[in-house]
């Protein structure tokens, strides 16, 4: 063999020693987990529409149990309903754009379930299966696109398990960030409920099968109880910009998503800060979609008073999806819209 050929392969050999070397003390990749059972979001005196940042974690498993419980979809008005987490809408999930997502779901119920995500790019077939009751479904994706998506049961009759409740939020944070600097940032999720009638005030109502198919929600709610956010305005400060991420979990309605007193500075309707709209009065999501809107309250323009936020189908709004926000500390009654 000639020198050269020893030098090469002694210098090829070096290079892969000295490369197994590098990977081997490279810190691991940092994970977050997040247990939906353990951690419930707050619903009372309304739900917590209040969001905090994302975590520099690289890996984000999020474990969300599948329950049935009674909830409040209206002051006095219980109803059996089916929830990711507990709640109704479920817990918001917020990761970066390439955070690789872990999913894990468990099924207390007594029935079957699954889980679509909106975020996802992955066959069906592989993550959104059935879960039996008492099993345990594990799947995950890298979070590539930006945006704020929906994610449901896509168990058949998609619309029973959409308007019994099973949906939730996900942000996705773009790499670069969205753009503007926000002093708050809240979630809303618009959904409906079909509520059929009792005469025992004692037994939580049922859905209303009929109604859903002819398309006659009892309540249009924010946050999954109706008006809530009028009788507990979210409060803000003089000045504030506010980032709002409003999904529209249906079934069946939009919402023309509105507030009343201002203009968004910007709707971002994809997920991509380059493709924002600028001076948008009101700005329609279909169910299943989502938009991030964005608002400022400074004390020359929009300062301190109070401001409703609707969806402009009014005979939507009439069932409960109105809410307000209090900024500063005015006083006197709300005018009406």
């Known amino acids: 063999m000639s020198t050269h050929r020893v030098a090469f392969s002694a210098l090829t050999i070096l290079s892969a020693v000295l490369l197994f070397a590098a990977f081997r003390f490279l810190p691991a990749p ?18 917590a529409a209040d969001l905090r940042p994302a975590s520099r974690a690289e ?29 109704v ?18 099924n207390d119920s007594d029935m079957p ?27 995950e994706f890298t979070a590539k696109d930006p945006g704020v998506f929906m994610v449901h049961c896509g168990t058949p009759p998609v619309l029973m398990h959409i308007m019994q409740g099973m949906y ?35 037994t939580p109502h049922l859905p209303d099968w009929d109604a859903a198919n002819s398309d006659q929600p009892t309540y249009v709610v924010w946050n999954g109880q109706a008006n809530q956010y ?15 991420f409003v999904v529209n979990a249906g079934p069946s309605h ?12 910007r709707v971002i309707p994809d997920g991509v800060p380059a493709h924002a709209l600028e001076g948008v009065q009101t700005y329609s999501v279909p169910a299943g979609g989502g938009a991030v809107f964005e608002a400022h309250f400074d004390k020359d323009d929009s300062g301190e008073g109070q401001y409703a936020f609707v969806t402009h189908s009014f005979v939507d709004a009439s ?7 209090r900024v500063g500390n005015p006083s006197g009654p709300m005018a009406s819209h």
């Open 30 to 47: 940092s994970i977050e987990v997040t247990d939906f059972a353990v951690v419930t979001t707050p619903t009372s005196p309304a739900f």
């Open 59 to 87: 890996i984000k498993e999020f474990r969300i149990p599948i329950t049935h419980r009674t909830i409040e979809v209206s002051p006095g008005v219980r109803y059996q309903a089916w929830t990711f987490g507990n709640t």
């Open 89 to 106: 809408p479920g817990p918001v999930i917020r990761v970066r754009q390439g955070d690789r997502v872990r999913i894990v779901m468990t």
């Open 113 to 139: 379930h699954s889980i679509d995500f909106h975020a996802a790019r992955i066959p069906m077939d592989k993550a959104f299966g059935m879960i039996l009751p008492r099993q345990e479904h594990r799947f």
């Open 168 to 202: 939730l939020p996900i942000i996705v944070d773009p790499a670069g960030g969205w753009g503007t600097r926000a002093d708050r940032e809240l979630v809303l999720t618009q959904s409906e409920f079909y509520v059929a009638p009792t005469t025992d005030s004692m």
């Open 230 to 244: 009028a009788r507990h305005p979210i409060q803000l400060a003089v000045g504030d910009r506010v980032r709002i």
């Open 254 to 265: 939009r919402t023309d998503f509105h507030i009343v007193g201002t203009i968004f500075d």
């Open 319 to 325: 069932k409960g999806a109105v809410g307000i926000l």
